[in-house]
């Protein structure tokens, strides 16, 4: 397992001694689910999934829950100047760089149960059966809940992971702002999880994050995990169009400036350049306003998001390139002003093949059907594993659903995924005998 840090890389020994001394160790599946559920009374959804935005009061909410639960199984619970929270279980070697596991609490505005959540409680009742178990590792075990992966709330997503991973400058990401115009640092202020930790610079020796897949591979395939070899690369390009608000009944058509119009012809633009891009390229808007939103008036204003993404880093390039050329010629054909900002970004990532080698290792091991997996979501892992030797463990999730309240895994993909986490987390901690 090579190490980000100068301290000594685990030995082929110290795993073949884990292997046996925890081969049978298994998560309690229920105990797991339960939390999931009590998490997920936080920030209810309206159709039975959860809203639990980034720095609202759900947030500050199940964060309080999650260093509860995190204190009684004996860790101790730091928090960044980002609110990034780090629950520490000791090893047996205080100054060894520590193995961390986790991902984020924060959900879409109609987000599921599990996006997330599953990585952070997941990596907890791995700690939870290590106590139980009486379970020593060399290594201390870090468990991260990382602020703002969603970037629903404020853009871009996983920005505190990019803060951490030296992507974002920490002021500019204080000084975020959501649509209402609130700044970032104010709201951790006001939920009370602005910490005082500087952000970053902790010793990670490795980091592995459990998700759902998010999408429909694995149940389709009947596979119970996917080993993560790559993520998929993103632009977040916000397009902003000016034009002329009028009454919608009295304008003739030839002297409307209708920055809806333009809107509706560049999303159109975005699919079809997605489509000339494939396989493996995707492209959508999903966040779209118009001003001044009235039913009798033509918009003046419209802003919107374009998320494209794609695992070959020419194909997602060449979609930006085009639809930069594109839509300004759109604006121009309807005399539309037209700015285009790039508000996310990252390559294509290719996880580090030690990491995932533990976690096919631990499938194998366990007996479990697994097969290679390129992520198609963006994760904080995607910006750690810059710094770190990192890797993805993927579960099913029921009909690929994600970002939606209707967002379903199985108690045994949870169970599966998080006893797959244990040991790839064991190997890579080095057990005690
Ligand atoms: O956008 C993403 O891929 C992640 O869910 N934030
Ligand atoms: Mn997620
Ligand atoms: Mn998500």
């Known amino acids: 397992m090579p190490?980000?840090?100068?301290?000594?890389?685990?030995?082929?020994?110290?795993?073949?001694?884990?292997?046996?001394?925890?081969?049978?160790?298994?998560?309690?599946?229920?105990?797991?689910?339960?939390s999931l559920m009590e998490m997920a009374k936080i920030g209810p959804g309206v159709a039975g999934g959860n809203n639990r935005q980034t720095l609202t009061d759900a947030d500050g909410e199940g964060r309080a829950l999650f260093r509860r639960w995190c204190e009684d199984a004996g860790m101790t619970v730091a928090v960044d100047r980002l609110g990034t929270m780090f629950a520490r279980r000791e090893g047996t070697d205080p100054d060894a760089a520590p193995v961390w596991m986790g991902s984020h609490l924060d959900t879409q505005p109609t987000g599921g149960k599990?996006?997330?959540?599953?990585?952070?409680?997941?990596?907890?009742?791995?700690?939870?059966?290590?106590?139980?178990?009486?379970?020593?590792?060399?290594?201390?075990?870090?468990?991260?809940?990382?602020?703002?992966?969603?970037g629903t709330r404020f853009a871009p997503a996983m920005l505190a992971s990019g803060v951490y991973a030296g992507i974002h400058d920490l002021d500019w990401a204080l000084d975020r702002t959501d649509?209402?115009?609130?700044?970032?640092?104010?709201?951790?202020?006001?939920?009370?999880?602005?910490?005082?930790?500087?952000?970053?610079?902790?010793?990670?020796?490795?980091l592995?994050?459990?998700?759902?897949?998010?999408?429909?591979?694995?149940?389709?395939?009947g596979r119970?995990?996917?080993?993560?070899?790559?993520?998929?690369?993103l632009w977040w390009l916000q397009v902003t169009l000016t034009g002329k608000e009028a009454h919608t009944g009295s304008t003739p058509m030839d002297m409307r400036v209708?920055?809806?119009?333009?809107?509706?012809?560049?999303?159109?633009?975005?699919?079809?350049?997605?489509?000339?891009n494939q396989p493996g390229a995707v492209g959508a808007v999903g966040h779209a306003n118009v001003y001044p939103n009235s039913r009798?008036?033509?918009?003046?204003?419209?802003?919107?998001?374009?998320?494209?993404?794609?695992?070959?880093?020419?194909?997602?390039?060449?979609?930006?390139?085009?639809?930069e050329a594109e839509a300004p010629r759109i604006a121009a054909e309807l005399g539309l002003g037209i700015e285009i900002e790039s508000t996310g970004h990252f390559d294509p990532v290719t996880f580090d093949p030690g990491c995932v080698e533990a976690v096919r290792g631990a499938a194998e091991r366990l007996g479990l059907s697994h097969r290679d997996i390129v992520s198609g979501a963006g994760h904080d892992a995607c910006w750690i594993n810059r710094i770190a030797p990192t890797a993805m463990i993927m579960c099913p999730c029921v009909d690929g659903l994600s970002h939606n309240e209707a967002e379903e895994i199985t108690e045994s993909w949870a169970r599966n995924g998080t006893d797959v986490l244990l040991h790839a987390v064991l190997d890579a901690a080095e057990v005690e005998g």
């Open 224 to 233: 119970e995990i996917g080993v993560v070899t790559h993520g998929q690369g």
């Open 208 to 221: 592995f994050e459990l998700h759902i897949e998010q999408g429909p591979i694995l149940e389709a395939e």
């Open 258 to 276: 209708n920055a809806g119009l333009g809107m509706a012809r560049i999303i159109e633009a975005v699919h079809r350049i997605a489509m000339d």
């Open 3 to 34: 190490s980000a840090t100068d301290d000594e890389p685990a030995t082929e020994a110290d795993s073949t001694a884990a292997t046996h001394v925890t081969a049978n160790l298994r998560i309690d599946g229920g105990r797991l689910w339960d």
């Open 179 to 206: 649509a209402e115009g609130k700044r970032f640092g104010d709201e951790l202020e006001r939920i009370g999880w602005a910490g005082d930790e500087p952000v970053g610079g902790r010793p990670i020796h490795a």
């Open 114 to 150: 599990y996006d997330g959540v599953l990585g952070v409680l997941g990596a907890l009742e791995v700690v939870r059966t290590l106590d139980d178990m009486g379970v020593r590792t060399h290594r201390p075990i870090v468990v991260v809940n990382w602020t703002n992966e969603e």
């Open 296 to 323: 009798n008036v033509i918009p003046g204003r419209a802003v919107f998001t374009i998320d494209f993404r794609s695992p070959d880093r020419e194909k997602l390039d060449t979609m930006r390139t085009r639809l």
